[in-house]
T-cell receptor, first 113, second 119 residues
Framework: AQSVSQHNHHVILSEAASLELGCNYS??????LFWYVQYPGQHLQLLLK??????LVKGIKGFEAEFIKSKFSFNLRKPSVQWSDTAEYFC???????????FGKGTRLHILP | SAVISQKPSRDICQRGTSLTIQCQVD?????MFWYRQQPGQSLTLIATANQGSEATYESGFVIDKFPISRPNLTFSTLTVSNMSPEDSSIYLC????????????????FGPGTRLTVL
C-alpha cells in the first residue's frame, strides 16, 4: 500500500537554527509531492509542491524541498528558522493520475525564541 | 484558490447521536474530499464526494456510518452516525484545485475543520 513516512514526530529548535524534516514515500510510479503546514489555530495551507521539472522547489516563507527520486524522498529545509515557524508540517503524496492525497503523520515543530 | 467554510466549527455530542457537518466552497468544484484527523494522527481520507454520483469510500469507512451528500458543485455534507467516543476527531473538508476540472491539478485547499468530541 502507498504510504508516507515522516521521520520526526516532534522537533525543537532555537531561532536561527537550520531545519530539515525528512519525508519518504512508497510508490513506484510518478508522483506529485506536497508539504502542507498548519499553524496553531489555522487551516492547513500549502507550503510548496513538486509536480515536475527542477527537483529543488522553493515555497513560501523561505522553505524549500528537494525531490530525490532514487531515494523516494522529499525533505523540507529552511536555513534559518524563526519563532513564527512553530507549526505542524505534513508531507503528502499524490500518485499521478489519482485524485487522492496520502498524508504523513506530521511533524510538530517548536521554535524556541 | 478556493475558500472553504465548515459548520459547525466544533461540537460536543452524546454517544449514539448523529452530527451533520456542512462544507461550503466559494467556487464550483467537481470533487470534494472528507478527511478525519484523530488526535496525534495524520489526515485520513474518508471519502471522495462527486457531484451527481455516490461518494467513493476508502477502506475502513462505510456509507452507513459516514453518509455523504453532494447536492451541487459548491456544497457537501458529511454525517457521523451513531457516534461513539472513538469518533472524536477533527473532520476536514477539502477541494482539489482546478475548478470544474476537479482533481489535484494544482493543490488541495482545506476548510478550517470541525472539532467533534463524543462523550
Amino acid at each position: 500500500a502507498q504510504s508516507v513516512s515522516q521521520h520526526n514526530h516532534h522537533v525543537i529548535l532555537s531561532e536561527a537554527a537550520s531545519l530539515e524534516l525528512g519525508c519518504n514515500y512508497s510508490y513506484g510510479g510518478t508522483v506529485n509531492l506536497f508539504w502542507y503546514v498548519q499553524y496553531p489555530g489555522q487551516h492547513l495551507q500549502l507550503l510548496l509542491k513538486y509536480f515536475s521539472g527542477d527537483p529543488l522547489v522553493k515555497g513560501i516563507k523561505g522553505f524549500e524541498a528537494e525531490f530525490i527520486k532514487s531515494k523516494f524522498s522529499f525533505n523540507l529545509r529552511k536555513p534559518s528558522v524563526q519563532w513564527s515557524d512553530t507549526a505542524e508540517y505534513f508531507c503528502a503524496v499524490n500518485p499521478d493520475r489519482d485524485d487522492k492525497i496520502i498524508f504523513g503523520k506530521g511533524t510538530r515543530l517548536h521554535i524556541l525564541p | 484558490s478556493a475558500v472553504i467554510s465548515q459548520k459547525p466549527s466544533r461540537d460536543i455530542c452524546q454517544r449514539g447521536t448523529s452530527l451533520t457537518i456542512q462544507c461550503q466552497v466559494d467556487s464550483q468544484v467537481t470533487m470534494m474530499f472528507w478527511y478525519r484527523q484523530q488526535p496525534g494522527q495524520s489526515l485520513t481520507l474518508i471519502a471522495t464526494a462527486n457531484q451527481g454520483s455516490e461518494a467513493t469510500y476508502e477502506s475502513g469507512f462505510v456509507i452507513d456510518k459516514f453518509p455523504i451528500s453532494r447536492p451541487n458543485l459548491t456544497f457537501s455534507t458529511l454525517t457521523v452516525s451513531n457516534m461513539s467516543p472513538e469518533d472524536s476527531s477533527i473532520y476536514l473538508c477539502s477541494v482539489g484545485g482546478g475548478g470544474l476540472a476537479g482533481g489535484l491539478y494544482n493543490e488541495q485547499f482545506f476548510g478550517p475543520g470541525t472539532r467533534l468530541t463524543v462523550l
